[in-house]
């Protein structure tokens, strides 16, 4: 167990270098110029060469990766071009609005559609399996930009139940924190229940069709312990798969999300980033992304272990 | 230690407490929701050096908390500001200026003479009237601690307009410290001198901006008036919230948790308009104009008669009714200077009355002796009204058998590629669409696109001899005299013409009814003077 994790650890490292390449490269090569954007629309090109020099960006590529990767290697991601803050400091200031959205999405979805997936899965073909998988096609179905704004025209605009965005520090106050999330986590949660519920019914199906579910209901184990101790517990490994490969969905969502409720976190940072071509913030931030869900899949492999104690490492 | 429920409750309650505890203590420096106010502005505050950069959010925060020598008036009149007195000598060369007591910056600190001549010469290192300006400044020093004075190698009238300008950048004045900065650099600390101070403490980056009022700014007598007059803080605190959604900002505007949006999609604005709470205004009166720059370095544009031929294809009402749909908030325009300016005038603008004339555009091509080459349009997919100007100029020159091709990319992309002056083939380009405020074409030296001067000048590079010679007399005019010889520019721009214009519109801002006082001006949105009833 131990070597195993050491190996995927070190292949961290591996894929945090290739990833680096590729974000640096895609992002020098793609059409769009800093120093060009920062000079504004009255700048004359002498201006525009003047900043791109102060830059660095009128360097070899090569020699811009060398001093980029070995800043990152010592802990440096770099200094916003335009805010001059260092990138460090920004991913810090955006990672709690992102991390509480992305668990308040987590505590909301993943029990709303174990319960569904699981109902669906028990009463296959009656109006609970139907209704639950009208909610799951709808959760696919409906952009999260527009899932979100018939929310706030509802919840928010209409009964003013919540409040149409920004959001509150957990320090400041609690209750606003909660009261902030409730609607952003409700809209990106709905295509992660969609996803967990239709699974959990389609996995489940299989371990409900099993002999040891038919014997333990021979013994006259009763219908919630058959569920969730006999069937749920056998279902858990593809259930957890997809849970893991759904915080890549919740990744991609963070950033609508973030910007239809106007809430400070790393998505929008990334999008503000991208549209104005501010190289460090955008190779930082997706570093992080990538060895958040590196870490993620580790863990979610290292779980199948204590779902299934047949699987070694 | 076994868990008791009483002991669980005792400690939730301690631990809430001491979550709480920061915002116990912040909640005694906030001041009320009746003297703040929040404000959604035209976009995220990325940089705070509005000497820097150009963009007009960083001249907004440039205008909370920094104060200027001179500010234009709600006439577009330059009038002191920080300036008590002043004079020219009388061979008309060299300017004095004394500084008006109980002036100070935000760290207690007096404004002085040094910190005046320092700010002028980082600006004018970064602003195309500054630049212009200091081709004939011979000398410039401070005199004492409020007194400066600049000597020129010439006359130049322009002095007061170039200080007092509300075009990007404006001439804000920093301490000497910070105004030492390299000007291609940007500063690090942000201390003014004017009604409001920024808080960097309680401020977000990204998220929001927090300005509180300086209870120590000795405002002018006068009554505020554009960028002039007495900048009086009726608010304590305001607030810019970075809201990136339009859809968001409206029903945050709605529901009252803000109290200002600046930009407003001008199709939603019949939703505003129909909310009694909501009150819409069109605060910059000369509105935006959008403008088409050809490639004067490469076939068709470097030759006059397809210049000329876009004159004649253009329907600018066309483009502003797709991109704007509501007539209250655009018009056509046939001034070279943009239309509501002081400079506005219907020299040489035949072809306007014509507009559109596809015939006669067809024909000029045909003069120029255009073959058929591609004619590539950079279009910018996520800037609205850009592309759609550029997706109509396209089909109209399709129209005519003109091979346009759409180069599509995000505005960033267009930036970028603009300032290529290799062939369209290789990476160039033949047109772009951009828009700059209808204030900054009226005055034909500080707007960069008025230039002709070639390949020392703004994208697009156009040459004409004549209209630099013209652009000098404007200068060396007195104010009285100016009118006359921008009839001249005119009469010869529309001629060779430099640029094409496609329509003017005129951006409402949308505020709760109980905020009163905005002050309406081109380029700038000021927070003196306003309040909350």
Known sequence: MIAYVARRLASLIVVMALVGVCVFLLLHLAPGDPAAIIAGDNATPAQIAGIRTKLGLDEALPLQFLRWSGAVLSGDLGVSIFSNTPVTTLIGQRLEPTLSLALATLAFAVPVALVLG??????????????????????????????GYLMIYVFAVTLKWFPVQGYTPIAENV???????????????????????????????????EDYIRTAKAKGVATGPMLLKHALKNAGVPIITVIGIGVALLIGGV??????????????????????????????VILVFSAVYVVINLVVDLSYTFIDPRIRY | MATTRRRFVQGSVAAATLMAAPAIGRASETPAAAKTLKAVMQGDLRSFDPIWTTANISSYHGAMIYDTLFGVDGNDKPQPQMVDSFGTSDDQLTWTFKLRDGLGFHDGTPVTAADCVASIRRWAVRDGAGQHMFLRVKDIGAKDDKTFAITFSEPYPLILDAFAKAGTPVLYIMRKKDAETDPMQQITEYVGSGPFIFNTRETKQGAFYVYDRNANYKPRPEPASGMAGGKIAKLDRVIWENVADDQTAIAALQNGEIDFYELPPIDLIDQLEADKNIHVEVLNKSGQIVWCRMNWLYPPFNNVKARQALLYLVNQNDVMKAAFGNPKYYRACASYFGCGTPMENDENTEWFKEAPNKPKAAQLFKEAGYDGRPVVILQPTNFAVFNTADQLLAQWLREINVNAELAASDWGGVVTRRANREPPEKGGWNIFVTSASGAAFGNPITLVGHQANGDKGWFGWPSDETHERLRDKWAKAQPQDRLAVAKEIQRNAWNFVPHVYMGLYLQPAAMRANVKGVIGMPELIPFWNVEKT
């Open chain 1, 175 to 209: 209750a606003d924190w909660a009261r902030h999330l409730v609607l952003p986590a409700l809209t990106l949660g709905l295509a992660y229940v969609a996803l967990i519920a239709r699974i959990t019914r389609a996995t489940m199906l299989e371990v409900l069709a």
């Open chain 1, 255 to 284: 950033v609508i999300t973030e910007t239809v409720y106007n809430i400070p976190g790393i998505g929008r940072l990334v999008v503000d980033a991208i549209s104005k071509r501010d190289y460090p913030i955008i190779q930082g």
């Open chain 1, 118 to 147: 699981v109902l669906a899965a028990w009463r296959a073909g009656s109006s609970i399996d139907r209704a639950s998988m009208i909610v799951a096609v709808t959760g696919f179905s409906a952009p999260a930009f527009v899932v």
